[in-house]
């Protein structure tokens, strides 16, 4: 079985999701609205990371040999500047996507195991996970529009 696999990896990207929202929120003093945003969603990582704990031990990780893919390739500090917003917005979101994947995937497998209790953890926090990439990607319009089209006054 290896719903353990995908819960595991589910769990590290979670951590690191998590983290890499507040890194960025602090990076980006220049945005406003960007540190509580980031909070919030970091949050949201920490608290789908501490519901999905249980499962992880009750379906216990086991090794397949796969190597991990660090997400350090996807995001290894803040830039700078607006390109830089961009970026790292860019990077949250191919994060996030991830999340939001494993989820889909991890509910497929609850309801044929029938396992009731995971099937209601993955609704709500998948949920949550759609909603964090919808706010990225309309975040990263705003930023898109300011950074990657020059206009002539």
């Not at 990371?49 to 190597?67: I, K, Q, W």
């Not at 995937?105 to 990439?133: F, H, K, N, P, Y």
């Amino acid at each position: 079985m290896y719903l353990a696999h995908y819960l595991g990896m589910l769990h590290r990207s979670l951590n690191e999701l998590a983290g890499a929202f507040s890194e960025i929120g602090r990076g980006h003093t220049g945005e406003p609205d960007l540190h509580d945003a980031c909070e919030r969603l970091a949050g949201q990582c920490v608290e789908h990371s501490r519901r999905l704990e249980p499962f992880v031990e009750r379906y216990a990780e086991e090794t397949s040999g796969e190597p991990e893919r660090p997400h350090s390739t996807l995001f290894s500090g803040t830039r700078t500047g607006d390109l830089g917003l961009l970026r790292d917005l860019h990077d949250l979101y191919l994060m996030a996507a991830e999340c939001d994947l494993c989820w889909t995937l991890i509910g497929q497998a609850a309801r044929d195991a029938r396992d009731e209790e995971l099937l209601g953890v993955v609704g709500s926090c998948a949920r949550e996970t759609s909603e964090q990439t919808l706010w990225l990607r309309d975040r990263m319009k705003q930023a898109a529009s300011r950074t990657l089209v020059v206009v002539a006054s």
